[in-house]
């Protein structure tokens, strides 16, 4: 009864516009008030869930990716990623998903690239005759690969909720993520044959080394975090630190573009950003401790363990839950309140826990993509200036490339743990 009040309490709070993580800190204070318990008491829980050196991590990768945007790494990644492809038919849209790939070794974000890259690639598509829905779609669904390839901001919250190597995830997702965008350019390739979307000229070997020489530099951030964490130079936290000072120095070095204007730009940017999901990480964590003491958990694996007799029907039903459950709440939130539950009943099962781990962040990035709530639906309709009704029809398709990968990560766990396996 009391769990059933607290989730009415909450919706109506979300459905009247209360942003999420205060909704779920008044539905907590209230829950605490009720019980006698104390507002003292939720305030230092609010706190011990913020408490979280690893936590560092995500403002740090968040101010690296502003500081290489802010540099115009973006323009200069666009750029080589069209010379490289361009000359396909529907060259612009494999290009959109390249540079969503190569953008993700920076930023980590999906929404992030969606922003960054966003403008940018639907004005140039919308200049080479692409109809704007084909533009907005293939723009937020390449910017879910920014989550799947190190560095990623959702796979340290994962890491430090469930307990699993950061390094090991950041690897986990590095075939996934390349599927990803494989996928994603073959249906862009069959959809511009149709309906005879233009190419761009090939600019020739020489052209496309000079480009390659020039994003030289800012295409080798993933390998410096994962060489760094597998070499044992530094945690992944401090991974983070070291994607700064990289940014601050390639820009230095070899781009100097970032002025003083735009380094402050990226700082309040990524206080912004941080101070947003920070609240979010408050709530979670207040409401993680009224559920728990009510026993939800318990609950929800108790229901789990009724309808599952093994690791298949397990993610089955999490893959069905956080999709349905994507449809209308953020991703974050889904991560933060679901992953604690689930983890351990996939131990149970016998599941690796970066398999695991891979399962859900790719089951959250297509949840950014699905109607009504999609957030990745939201800033490209914002950025692309398209209508965000005719964007939710046209990226239902669009779900068809990462929902095949998400099928083949759940039936072959080596394309999840493989490279793990090896660096062990």
């Known amino acids: 009864m009391i769990l059933a009040i607290i989730a009415l309490g909450w919706l109506i709070l979300v459905l009247v516009g209360v942003p999420i993580g205060i909704s779920m800190i008044l539905v907590s204070m209230g829950y605490f008030y009720?019980?006698?318990?104390?507002?003292?008491?939720?305030l230092s829980r609010m706190v011990d869930g913020l408490n979280s050196f690893p936590m560092l991590a995500v403002p740090l990768f968040i101010l690296a990716a502003a500081i290489l945007n802010g540099a115009g790494i973006t323009n200069l990644l666009f750029g080589f990623a069209r010379a490289a492809v361009g000359h396909i038919r529907g060259g612009l849209g494999h290009v959109n998903v390249l540079a969503s790939l190569f953008f993700s070794g920076m930023s980590g974000s999906a929404l992030a690239d969606a922003g960054g890259l966003g403008k940018m690639e639907i004005e140039a598509m919308r200049q080479a005759g692409y109809d704007e829905e084909f533009a907005g779609s293939?723009?937020?669904?390449?910017?879910?690969?920014?989550?799947?390839?190190?560095?990623?901001?959702?796979?340290?919250?994962?890491?430090v909720i469930s307990n699993t190597s950061i390094g090991q995830l950041f690897l986990g997702g590095v075939i996934p993520g390349v599927l990803?965008?494989?996928?994603?350019?073959v249906m862009v390739y069959f959809i511009a044959l149709r309906r005879e979307y233009p190419r761009?000229?090939?600019?020739?070997?020489k052209s496309l080394s000079m480009l390659f020489i020039r994003s030289f530099p800012a295409l080798l951030t993933p390998a410096v975090i994962v060489g760094g964490i597998f070499s044992g130079w530094f945690s992944p936290?401090?991974?983070?630190?070291?994607?700064?000072?990289?940014?601050?120095?390639?820009?230095?070095?070899?781009?100097?573009?970032?002025?003083?204007?735009?380094?402050?730009?990226?700082?309040?940017?990524?206080?912004?950003?941080?101070?947003?999901?920070?609240?979010?990480?408050?709530?979670?964590?207040?409401?993680g401790y009224v559920l728990a003491r009510e026993q939800a958990p318990q609950q929800i694996a108790a229901m789990f363990l009724a309808i599952a007799d093994g690791p298949v029907s397990f993610l089955i039903a999490v893959n069905l839950m956080i999709f349905v459950l994507g449809m209308f709440i953020e991703s974050l939130v889904i991560l933060l309140i679901v992953v604690p539950i689930l983890v351990p009943i996939a131990l149970g099962f016998g599941i690796d826990p970066v398999h695991f781990g891979i399962i859900v962040v790719l089951n959250l990035m297509?949840?950014?993509?699905t109607p009504p709530m999609g957030m990745a639906l939201f800033v490209v309709a914002q950025v692309g200036n398209i209508p965000y009704q005719k964007l939710a029809r046209a990226i239902?398709?669009?779900?068809?490339?990462?929902?095949?990968?998400?099928?083949?990560?759940?039936?072959?766990?080596?394309?999840?743990t493989g490279l793990p396996s090896l660096m062990r």
Do not use: H, K, N
């Not at 009720?34 to 939720?42: D, H, I, K, T, V």
């Open 34 to 42: 009720w019980s006698g318990m104390g507002l003292a008491f939720a």
């Open 138 to 159: 293939v723009t937020a669904a390449s910017s879910m690969i920014g989550p799947l390839v190190p560095p990623s901001i959702t796979m340290v919250l994962y890491g």
């Open 180 to 185: 990803c965008a494989l996928t994603l350019m």
């Open 200 to 205: 761009d000229q090939w600019p020739g070997f």
């Open 237 to 287: 936290t401090e991974a983070a630190a070291v994607t700064v000072a990289y940014a601050v120095l390639i820009d230095l070095t070899f781009y100097r573009e970032l002025t003083w204007r735009r380094l402050w730009d990226a700082v309040y940017q990524t206080t912004t950003t941080s101070a947003s999901i920070a609240m979010i990480i408050a709530g979670v964590s207040l409401l």
């Open 366 to 369: 297509i949840s950014i993509l």
């Open 396 to 416: 239902l398709p669009w779900l068809i490339p990462p929902l095949v990968v998400l099928l083949l990560v759940c039936l072959f766990p080596v394309l999840a």
